[in-house]
């Protein structure tokens, strides 16, 4: 549908759209094309009943990033969609161990550590203050080479010197890198297509660290500083 999207699309295409993406599980590009028409015309139709045009509009107001961040981003600047990077494919590498109360006690005190304590210090004091310059003060100390090294030392790293003869710990970090691995992968896919284009990416603070490192490795990608954003 969307290699064959008319360069003026009407508001029954865009219903229609957004239908088609809510069945193919990508939610927050049904809301681009929902945001992305007139007031007047976000209704039920041409494949969307009121059951899924209620759900649509209740997105907008969703405390989801995807939402109200990339969505919304996505229609200011009239782009027709959000590529999804999120990918739990990985989790099978774990899946048997979803039962075993081992595991969940070594990650318990592998997490249960000095840095761990004083990341959450840390992040409760920035989340008290979130007024305007509070939130631009969360997001640069996010983003702040300094953070990743305090998420990993406080999880992944304490985890890879968890002492279980199961290895759990080392377990845990293998499916962490292959979830960020393929996460990586389908930012890498979606900019492929689109040569020097600029690209927003928004994801958990944990994954950050990961996100960069394996973007470094590609060719053709160049990461812009975000605090250079923020300024």
Not at 26 to 46: F, I, K, T
Not at 192 to 206: D, H, K, W
Request: glycine share 6%; aromatic share 8%; charged share 25%.
């Amino acid at each position: 549908r969307l290699a064959a999207w008319p360069a003026q699309p009407q508001p029954a295409d865009r219903r229609h759209l957004a239908a088609l993406f809510l069945a193919g599980g990508e939610p927050a590009s049904a809301l681009v094309q929902w945001l992305r028409l007139p007031a007047a015309e976000r209704r039920a139709g041409d494949g969307l009943d009121e059951a899924l045009a209620s759900e649509i509009t209740a997105l907008t107001t969703r405390r989801n990033e995807d939402y109200l961040i990339a969505a919304a981003l996505a229609a200011r600047l009239g782009l027709e969609r959000v590529h999804a990077a999120d990918d739990h494919s990985a989790d099978a590498i774990n899946a048997s161990l979803d039962d075993d109360p081992g595991f969940e006690a070594a990650m318990r005190r592998a997490w249960n550590n000095p840095v761990a304590e004083r990341r959450k210090a840390r992040d409760d004091a920035l989340m008290a203050r979130l007024d305007d310059e509070g939130v631009l003060a969360l997001y640069r100390d996010y983003n702040r080479p300094e953070t990743a090294q305090v998420a990993f030392d406080s999880d992944f790293g304490a985890a890879l010197a968890d002492p279980s003869p199961e290895g759990y710990g080392r377990r845990y970090v293998g499916w962490w890198e292959a979830r960020n691995l393929r996460m990586v992968a389908n930012i890498r896919a979606a900019i492929a297509a689109q040569p020097g284009s600029r690209t927003l990416s928004i994801v958990g603070v944990s994954h950050k660290g990961y996100f960069e490192a394996y973007l470094h490795r590609m060719h053709d990608v160049r990461l812009v500083d975000a605090e250079t954003v923020l300024q």
